[in-house]
């Protein structure tokens, strides 16, 4: 079935980097644009970045810009995203997403990965 | 781009119908017909329930539906069950690749 499975979350300090992973199956991921999505503990859902389908291009929210870079790996079927210069507003899960042909909407998610920026 | 607005809470008992909705501005929800609704039992992955305001995914029920008039969307759940309690959330498309989402709202079947 389709399916998305995020990792690579984890416990990081302020200024650090890490990367996250989406593995995708059950569906033709190099035909998909993918997103990422985070929510912070008790806060609503955010729009973090969006790659093509080819990853010719790239675009993230002002909040990560500079900061965080998608990527994706179309023939091992993995999307990523690379966090850089932590901060604790950073702390959230992360969902990817698959972008729904056309409709400029997110039609299957994974179940996220936690990252928390601490000290 | 701030955040669409949404109540925090809603609730109804089983059978019952219940709107929530998503207020934004003309520069989101009013300026285009991009409106998604998302159902999220917290711990699973988000399940798309509503797209292009009042589109609904093969397997949605018909028990759910959207509409949008001015710069607010909502989303209507008719007989409501038991499963139905989770947290729903709005987005909107603004153009340009860039999305925004509503805070939430918790559903609480009574």
């Known amino acids: 079935q389709v399916q998305l499975v995020e990792s690579g979350g984890g416990v990081v300090q302020p200024g650090r980097s890490l990367r996250l992973s989406c593995a995708a199956s059950?569906?033709?991921?190099?035909?998909?644009?993918m997103h990422w999505v985070r929510q912070a503990p008790g806060k609503g859902l955010q729009w973090v970045a969006i790659?093509?389908?080819?990853?010719?291009?790239?675009y993230y929210s002002d909040s990560v810009k500079g900061r965080f870079t998608v990527s994706r790996d179309n023939s091992n079927n993995t999307l990523y995203l690379q966090l850089s210069s932590l901060t604790a507003e950073d702390t959230a899960v992360y969902y990817c997403?698959?972008?729904?042909?056309?409709?400029?909407?997110?039609?299957?998610w994974g179940q996220g990965t936690m990252v928390t920026v601490s000290s | 781009q701030s955040a669409l607005t949404q109540p925090p809470s809603a609730s109804g008992s089983p059978g019952q119908s219940v709107t929530i909705s998503c207020t934004g501005t003309?520069?989101?929800?009013?300026?285009?017909?991009?409106v998604s609704w998302y159902q999220h039992h917290p711990g699973k992955a988000p399940k798309l329930m509503i797209y292009e305001v009042s589109k609904r995914p093969s397997g949605v029920p018909d028990r759910f539906s959207g509409s949008k008039s001015g710069n607010t969307a909502s989303l209507t759940v008719s007989g409501l069950q038991a499963e139905d309690e989770a947290d729903y959330y709005c987005?909107?498309?603004?153009?340009?690749?860039?999305?925004?989402f509503g805070g939430g709202t918790k559903l609480t079947v009574l």
């Open positions: 987005s909107s498309n603004v153009g340009a690749n860039n999305w925004v």
């Open positions: 997403a698959r972008d729904m042909k056309g409709r400029l909407t997110f039609d299957v």
């Open positions: 003309s520069s989101d929800v009013g300026g285009y017909n991009y």
């Open positions: 059950g569906f033709s991921f190099s035909g998909h644009g």
């Open positions: 790659i093509w389908y080819d990853g010719s291009q790239k």
